[in-house]
């Protein structure tokens, strides 16, 4: 049977500083690509927080992690992050979980932001338990002690971003 149904894509929004990306992004956004027929990893501006790397290093790190993957775009944005999916038409935006402060932390933002767009849904991914103690801000502070970086950021990246 032949459907009449034009197929909509579905496009996803990942929205962070990826300061730098860690392997516990990296695991949400692989497990999310069957999901999505395209995920945009947006890197956020944020003045509140001074970052270690450059938006252009972040999302260079990204390309380098995701390489050859066709359905992973990487961009950057200044805007509200519901903004930013209107402009791509991107109708979904994915989150990971960490923990409980990061579920409440990102309710808020979900139910404020589904307030503001109907059309847009968030989509929470719980992180792996192996990677839910790592975060940006524990790896830039082994980053800035020259710790070792295995097991805390991609692999292909281990090299560009040790300080």
Same mark, same amino acid.
């Given at each position: %049977?032949?459907?009449?149904?034009?197929e909509i894509?579905? +496009?996803?929004?990942?929205p /962070?500083?990826?300061d730098?990306? *860690?392997?516990?992004h990296e695991?949400?956004i692989?497990?999310?690509l069957p !999901?999505f027929?395209?995920?945009?990893?947006?890197?956020?501006?944020?003045? *509140?927080?001074s @970052? %270690?790397?450059s938006?252009e #290093?972040r999302?260079?790190?990204?390309r380098?992690?995701?390489a @050859?993957?066709e359905?992973?775009?990487?961009d950057?944005y200044?805007?509200?992050?519901?903004d930013?999916?209107h402009?791509? #038409?991107?109708?979904?935006?994915?989150r /990971? !979980? +960490?923990?409980?402060?990061?579920?409440?932390?990102?309710? /808020?933002? @979900?139910?404020v932001?589904? $307030? $503001?767009?109907?059309?847009? #849904?968030t989509?929470? %991914?719980?992180?792996a338990?192996?990677?839910t103690p790592?975060?940006?801000?524990?790896?830039r502070d082994?980053?800035?002690?020259? /710790?070792?970086?295995k097991? !805390?950021?991609?692999?292909?990246i281990?090299?560009?971003i040790?300080r």
């Amino acid at each position: %049977m032949v459907s009449n149904k034009t197929e909509i894509m579905k +496009r996803a929004v990942f929205p /962070g500083s990826f300061d730098p990306i *860690t392997i516990g992004h990296e695991d949400i956004i692989n497990r999310a690509l069957p !999901l999505f027929d395209e995920i945009i990893i947006a890197v956020g501006y944020n003045s *509140t927080k001074s @970052g %270690m790397f450059s938006i252009e #290093e972040r999302m260079q790190h990204i390309r380098d992690v995701f390489a @050859g993957e066709e359905k992973i775009k990487v961009d950057k944005y200044q805007n509200l992050t519901i903004d930013y999916c209107h402009t791509k #038409e991107a109708n979904y935006l994915l989150r /990971g !979980l +960490r923990t409980a402060a990061d579920f409440e932390f990102e309710r /808020g933002i @979900g139910q404020v932001n589904r $307030m $503001m767009a109907k059309d847009i #849904e968030t989509v929470f %991914m719980l992180t792996a338990p192996e990677f839910t103690p790592i975060s940006s801000s524990i790896v830039r502070d082994v980053i800035r002690h020259k /710790g070792n970086l295995k097991g !805390l950021v991609p692999n292909s990246i281990i090299d560009k971003i040790s300080r």
